[in-house]
């Protein structure tokens, strides 16, 4: 029973992540927060997903080095 509840929640995970990724794409071109969108996607996916865990670490120390650059021109 144990395996398959985890394998149910490795498939939620998964739908609900690709889910918000795809949503998210068309609103870079629209209006909307479609990078947002994308960011949530991987952070769902990584629950369980150990790429989207490293993904997430990269586009986090880009937003600290842009972050970091912002407050250096102010």
Request: proline fraction near 4%; charge should be positive.
């Amino acid at each position: 029973m144990a395996g398959y509840v985890e394998g149910m929640k490795r498939t939620l995970v998964t739908v609900v992540g690709v889910l918000l990724i795809l949503v998210g794409l068309p609103l870079l071109l629209l209006p909307g927060p479609g990078l947002v969108v994308i960011i949530l996607g991987l952070a769902v996916l990584g629950v369980e997903y150990a790429w989207a865990r490293r993904r997430m670490r990269e586009v986090t120390r880009f937003a600290d080095r842009q972050v970091a650059k912002l407050r250096r021109q102010h």
